[in-house]
């Protein structure tokens, strides 16, 4: 199991620091955030991941600062990037953001349509599906939260199971923040997304 750390609202000196400590692998909800912080990390070995929505016209900024894009809700964003990046190598890591908790103001597709994006997903050129991504319900309920994670890791593996094309690697479970990543490695996680644990409550 990885630690990302989300670095929304960290100053550049912050996540410096956190990549240096050991933090490899860092998050961030708007491409811009990451373009503008992108610069000053160059020279700091570690991997940057979207967990934010992606606009389509960030696409090009996307592909030059993230290294995965974790939040593909839609077959038509996951077309413009694989548009851009076919041909380049190599491909662009992205997973399947899912709506487990149902909440309509939550991003992400619906659980029952998980496995069908996932397959066309993982069938276009340019991008290697890695997994599968969720933003668990707004409670400190133990068993609900337990349930969306559980639907996560049965999603993933219904797509590994259907051995579609592309679909091997896709076995990541990004699941799980501060309130709640006891219970998200208790379902499998493989990432969990810390920011407030980490970096302390976010100003504003
Ligand atoms: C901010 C954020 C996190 C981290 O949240 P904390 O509660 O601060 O740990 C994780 N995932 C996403 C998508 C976020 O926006």
Redesign the pocket.
């Known amino acids: 199991m990885r630690l990302?750390l989300?670095t929304?609202s960290q100053p550049v000196a912050a996540i410096r620091a956190a990549i240096v400590a050991g933090g490899g692998l860092i998050?961030e909800?708007r491409v811009q955030e990451l373009a503008a912080k992108g610069p000053e990390l160059t020279d700091l070995p570690h991997e940057a991941h979207l967990?934010?929505p992606l606009q389509s016209n960030k696409v090009n900024a996307a592909l030059r600062w993230v290294t995965c894009v974790?939040t593909i809700d839609s077959l038509r964003i996951a077309e413009r990037l694989s548009a851009r990046r076919v041909g380049l190598a190599p491909a662009l890591d992205v997973m399947v953001q899912v709506n487990t908790s149902e909440e309509p103001t939550k991003s992400g597709i619906a659980p029952a349509a998980a496995a069908e994006l996932a397959a066309q997903v993982a069938a276009l050129p340019g991008l290697r599906l890695r997994g599968f991504?969720t933003?668990g319900p707004n409670t400190h309920d133990a068993d609900r939260l337990r349930r969306a994670y559980a639907s996560l890791r049965g999603i993933r593996d219904q797509v590994v199971a259907s051995a579609g094309p592309g679909t091997a690697d896709a076995v990541e479970l990004s699941m799980g923040?501060?309130?709640d990543?006891e219970d998200a490695i208790a379902e499998g996680a493989t990432i969990v997304?810390?920011?407030?644990?980490?970096?302390g409550a976010?100003a504003g």
């Open positions: 990302l989300a929304k998050g909800n967990i934010g974790e991504m933003v923040m501060s309130g990543l997304r810390l920011g407030t644990a980490v970096f976010r």
